[in-house]
């Protein structure tokens, strides 16, 4: 009869246990734990510290006496094993009951100490306040510290999972909570990036971020901890959580002559031997062979411990049969409203491995964004430049980021490249994804730079090209461009790009940036097409740019103190909804699953009904709403009243400001709304059918669109020959008005010089000379105006004098008479006739 013992329990010890009396039911197993507890959730631990999980019972999983009675296990809690002798294969136990000592035998041992948490020599670190979160007894005295009254304040020291977690838990219970993390960003485990996104989250929740800044010392005075900090900032709490790390507990295996890392984690080989084929080890204490890098590698987490221990008891068994592949550390947490997982390796990982890749990113819903419900999440993997290979990938966002990562984890795991993820078969419905979901969508950017159609670019990278010189092109709407760019680039609307080549020179690096980067792919293909050569496109779009770049900026020009950013105070009753103003009416606007720019036009043709004092509450589910938003109000003079997140959707209350000092521009043309300002108003009269009278009214029209000022076009006569179009609509006319019809220039391409016309031959050359100086020709200024949002008004009269019919005129012409140019002339302080 074979015995088995086993050092450590919960997932690595627990699992071997019970797998190796589940293949070996005569085996004498016993298992030995330091502990009180032999399996606990201790995932679960910082859930109970917030009241999440609100029963302790429901934090273990088993129990000695359920151990025994299930298994015919032996686990023996409060229990440390102190040494091995390897010789006389035998283990020292003490027991921490009695303090009593004694030796137990082994045919084989199985090591699982797990690890436990860095406690750096930082002065005062010894202080009762300052505690770790490894075990129950742990949590215990943490929880009961958070249920003291007086315990108002608490610093988290770290930012990884846990740090986060509990920085959550804490404030979900009222307690003002910072967070201090040595290095750039919170989560190592995900780039920068997608960090700057978790960040960003949290300080919008009110937890304060000291980041790049360590701890140099804990001061008591009185009952509080003053935390200082490298920076010399000094934050003064009731608690703190020290969260910075662990390290393999493994002291007495190195004693032992056990072979152990650099880290102190135990070596072993695919079947988890040690230097020693009488002992081997499992879970957060063993280093290994990465199946990606192929180098030594320590993942403390709870899902590769609970594989290994069933991996290990088969070939205790059976014999060394089932070779152990490694992990590719799949991880996710929730943060507040976030999800941000990850798996394989970052960009700091490959260039640590010094593996050469190349990154796609992609903003998209969790599923269609008609349905209801649909969230944002950016999703971003890491492949082979050659050959497509996946190395890893990482998301953050609201719903459905753990179904992405874990198809891609199967994909890495099976060698899987972006070819894969393109062709990936999802199940789809509105209800649970896109026709092209996220992965997808992630595999055909990867796919289009494999097969040289596009060449993407991270926003990194971008900033190294600018600073170079290169040529920024946003190819964004205009009312998107102007809530925020990336400075120096040029707008022109994807749409406009083939009728604008020549404004973008062939001579330098071109870097194309849209919103998440689809029309920027769809751009750079033109240009690529026309001539262009050195073209790149912003990966993951201005939505990626903006917000790695917000926290580099809060980061590079931070003072002594936390970066706290805050909104406008809430107008949320506790069950979420709105308290009704005390001034106008309240009015409610759903624009979830809208991608930018679908929010801000919803909102700006939602507050162009209201009334002054009227207030909006629109919930979109687009994160970048968020700041979107607050610039809209800014330059739109209307008031940013509350602006919260809840649920993942961004919920902003807007009060309809005074028309008067309204300057947004509209949201559908990328121009200036309504008039609301009497003094801030252009009229134009045009009379004249010559083309360079025509070009000069446009002119004036379009300088005037571009000072802020409300334009209206009013043609009259011979001028409504400018807004015919051509081939006009054959419509059923008297004979005067053929004859008129006849006579009248058929539309902009027709229009004559007004005096050196050589009997058309002056038109064309007035043409070519304009083209050869790069000026723009008429239909070009007419489409400027239009998308100006100037107003072009055909006077009725005229058009029954001359027989001209509405189905003659272009797109987007208003009929109207006198009393329609008199309003707009009245409120303009320039009149002109043409």
């Not at 283990?91 to 860095?118: F, M, Q, W």
């Not at 229009?751 to 083209?771: E, H, P, V």
Request: with cysteine.
């Amino acid at each position: 009869m074979a015995k088995y013992v086993i050092v450590g329990g919960v997932a690595g010890g627990a699992g071997t246990a019970a797998r190796l009396r589940r293949l070996d039911e005569k085996a004498d197993i016993i298992m030995f734990e330091r502990g009180e507890y032999i399996s606990y959730a201790n995932c679960g631990l910082p859930y109970y510290s917030g009241n999440v999980i609100t029963e302790r019972s429901r934090l273990f999983v088993m129990t000695p006496e359920k151990f025994k009675q299930s298994l015919n296990v032996e686990a023996r809690v409060l229990s440390e094993v102190v040494s091995i002798n390897r010789k006389e294969k035998s283990v020292h136990i003490k027991n921490l009951k009695d303090n009593t000592e004694y030796d137990e035998r082994y045919d084989t041992l199985i090591l699982s100490p797990g690890a436990s948490p860095i406690k750096p020599p930082i002065p005062g670190i010894d202080n009762p306040s300052i505690m770790s979160l490894r075990s129950v007894t742990d949590i215990d005295n943490i929880k009961e510290k958070i249920d003291n009254p007086a315990t108002k304040r608490a610093v988290v020291v770290g930012g990884g999972f846990i740090g986060l977690e509990m920085a959550e838990n804490l404030k979900e219970r009222g307690l003002e909570v910072s967070v201090v993390e040595a290095l750039e960003q919170v989560m190592n485990v995900i780039d920068y990036d997608l960090a700057a996104e978790v960040q960003q989250h949290m300080r919008s929740k009110g937890v304060n971020l000291y980041l790049k800044d360590g701890v140099s010392a804990f001061e008591k005075h009185g009952s509080l901890i003053t935390v200082r900090l490298a920076s010399g900032t000094l934050i003064d709490t009731d608690l703190v959580i020290l969260s910075i790390g662990v390290r393999p507990d493994t002291a007495f295996a190195r004693e032992a002559g056990i072979e152990l890392a650099k880290n102190g984690a135990i070596k072993v080989d695919q079947y988890f031997t040690t230097n020693d084929k009488n002992i081997r080890a499992v879970g957060d204490a063993i280093e290994y062979t990465s199946p990606l890098t192929k180098s030594a590698l320590t993942v403390p987490l709870a899902g590769p411990a609970n594989k290994q221990a069933r991996l290990c008891a088969d070939n205790i068994v059976n014999g060394n049969k089932r070779p152990y592949g490694g992990t590719i550390a799949t991880s996710i947490a929730k943060i507040f409203d976030l999800t941000i997982a990850s798996t394989g390796l970052t960009e700091k990982s490959l260039r640590k491995a010094e593996l050469p890749f190349r990154e796609a990113v992609t903003h998209a819903g969790s599923h269609a964004g008609y349905y209801p419900g649909s969230k944002q999440m950016t999703l971003k993997v890491l492949y082979h430049p050659t050959t497509g290979k996946v190395w890893g990938a990482q998301a953050v966002g609201y719903v459905g980021v753990d179904k992405r990562i874990d198809v891609i984890s199967a994909l890495i795991g099976k060698e899987g490249t972006v070819h894969d993820l393109a062709e990936f078969e999802q199940a789809y419905a509105p209800p649970f994804s896109s026709a092209k979901d996220p992965t997808n969508m992630v595999g055909f950017i990867g796919e289009n730079v494999l097969d040289g159609l596009s060449d993407t670019i991270t926003w990194e990278e971008a900033a190294e090209k600018k600073a170079a010189g290169a040529f920024m092109l946003d190819v964004r709407s205009p009312e998107e461009f102007a809530l925020g760019k990336i400075e120096g680039a040029l707008n022109i609307a994807h749409t406009d790009l083939r009728n604008r080549l020549a404004e973008v020179p062939k001579d330098k690096e071109v870097v194309i940036n849209c919103a998440i980067g689809l029309r920027g792919y769809l751009a750079e293909r033109t240009l690529r097409q026309n001539g262009f050569t050195k073209v790149y496109n912003l990966t993951g779009g201005f939505k990626t740019w903006e917000v790695a770049m917000r926290e580099r900026e809060l980061l590079e020009n931070r003072g002594k103190g936390p970066i706290v950013v805050t909104g406008a105070p809430s107008v949320l009753n506790e069950d979420g909804s709105f308290r009704k103003p005390t001034v106008g009416k309240l009015f409610e606007v759903d624009a979830c699953g809208l991608q930018c720019p679908g929010p801000i036009i919803r909102l700006k043709k939602e507050i162009d009904k209201l009334e002054q004092g009227d207030r909006l509450s629109i919930k979109a589910s687009d994160p970048g709403f968020a700041a979107d938003v607050q610039s809209w109000c800014t330059l739109t003079g209307n008031d940013l009243v509350s602006l919260v997140t809840k649920e993942g959707n961004v919920i902003a209350v807007i009060g309809k400001g005074n028309p008067e000092i309204c300057s947004m521009p509209d949201s559908v043309t990328g121009t200036k709304p309504a008039i609301c300002n009497p003094d801030n108003g252009a009229t134009l009269i045009v009379f004249s059918n010559d083309l360079d009278k025509a070009l000069a009214s446009f002119v004036l029209a379009n300088g005037a669109a571009a000072t802020g000022k409300t334009v209206t076009m009013f043609y009259t006569f011979w001028g409504l020959s400018v807004l015919r179009k051509k081939p006009a609509k054959k419509v059923k006319k008297d004979i005067v008005a053929k004859m008129f019809g006849a006579m009248l220039p058929k539309g902009m391409e027709d229009l004559s010089l007004s005096s050196m016309n050589f009997g058309g031959m002056g038109a064309s050359m007035m043409k070519g000379r304009m083209k050869k100086k790069n000026v723009d020709q008429v239909q070009q200024m007419f489409a400027q105006a239009k998308d100006a949002g100037v107003r072009m008004i055909a006077c009725q009269m005229s058009m029954d004098i001359m027989g001209i019919t509405k189905e003659e005129l272009l797109d987007g012409v208003e009929i109207g008479g006198v009393a329609t140019y008199m309003g707009a002339a009245s409120q303009s302080k320039v009149n002109l006739f043409v």
